[in-house]
């Protein structure tokens, strides 16, 4: 692995070639993590080595992939403890995701796939950063994904996330959408100011969509997050009172006298 090493741009620079900076988005520019006045906690885990601040590219990933399933780094027997799901004190495998019948081992989320075989995966995350590393151990395959600029458009992000997901699996992918693509085109806005107003918060909802008003001609929503943090975002028009936002996969139906989104109902205030 050549590409591959630690560094802490804040403390070091750039010591070398082909660095690609993290970037957020933020007061309508974009900006390098280290720049960013909004995100704090890239300042708060600078310094760390391993979970963060290690650089490396797709040609050395596979790399270490190919070492991995060469046992030359660790053994197949001590590799296959990674790949066990862990045992809980009360004598319960440990669950990575319930949803998707993954269990947890020593790092990695473990599931299995009819067609492939043992499949083993880890994520990792920070502010302008994204990256996947899946590994088909029956199959022979690996899929890593890297990026290095915070997503405006989720969905248009996880339909590229998804495309990669069905390639490796020998599926056809599905065109990516932006939520621009997918809004109704001259759509009827007589019965938009009828959605504005303030809306009930429901009981133990982790995102609340507070108030609807118009702004320059569209719907927008002020809303609080699951930290508690207001947002405000505009509202798409994508079905019959239907509508999306850029920022999520979020769908708010406009009823009469109501707002509906995930499992909630709210009336209007």
């Known amino acids: 692995m050549t590409a591959t090493r630690c560094c802490h741009i804040r403390r070091d620079g750039v010591p070398f070639e082909n660095y690609a900076q993290a970037t957020v988005f933020e007061n309508g520019r974009w900006v390098a993590d280290v720049d960013s006045e909004e995100d704090g906690d890239v300042v708060a885990f600078d310094g760390l080595n391993g979970d963060d601040y290690v650089f490396t590219n797709i040609f050395d990933m596979l790399k270490w992939d190919r070492?991995?399933?060469?046992?030359r780094v660790l053994t197949?027997?001590?590799?296959?403890?990674m790949y066990t799901p862990g045992k809980l004190n009360n004598g319960e495998d440990a669950v990575y995701d319930?949803?998707?019948a993954l269990g947890y081992g020593l790092g990695w989320a473990v599931g299995r796939e009819e067609a492939l075989g043992l499949v083993v995966s880890h994520?990792?995350?920070?502010p302008g950063v994204a990256t996947w590393f899946e590994r088909f151990i029956d199959a022979d395959r690996v899929l890593v994904i890297l990026s290095n600029r915070d997503y405006r458009d989720v969905r248009a992000y996880l339909g590229?996330?998804?495309g990669m997901e069905a390639i490796v699996r020998d599926k056809a992918p599905e065109p990516i959408r932006t939520i621009e693509e997918l809004t109704v085109k001259n759509p009827d806005k007589t019965k938009w100011e009828s959605f504005c107003g303030k809306y009930e918060h429901p009981e133990d909802a982790d995102f609340i969509v507070d108030e609807v008003r118009m702004k320059d001609g569209?719907?927008?929503?002020?809303?609080i997050d699951d930290d508690g943090d207001p947002l405000e975002f505009r509202l798409y028009p994508i079905g019959e009172?239907?509508?999306g936002r850029k920022g999520g996969m979020l769908k708010l139906t406009?009823?009469?006298?109501?707002l509906m989104f995930d499992d909630f109902t709210c009336k209007k205030l």
Request: with cysteine.
């Open 241 to 243: 009172n239907e509508f």
């Open 218 to 223: 569209e719907l927008w929503a002020k809303a």
């Open 160 to 162: 590229y996330w998804n």
């Open 123 to 126: 994520s990792g995350g920070m």
């Open 98 to 100: 319930e949803e998707d």
């Open 254 to 258: 406009f009823g009469d006298g109501c």
């Open 67 to 71: 070492a991995l399933r060469e046992g």
């Open 76 to 81: 197949p027997e001590e590799q296959q403890l």
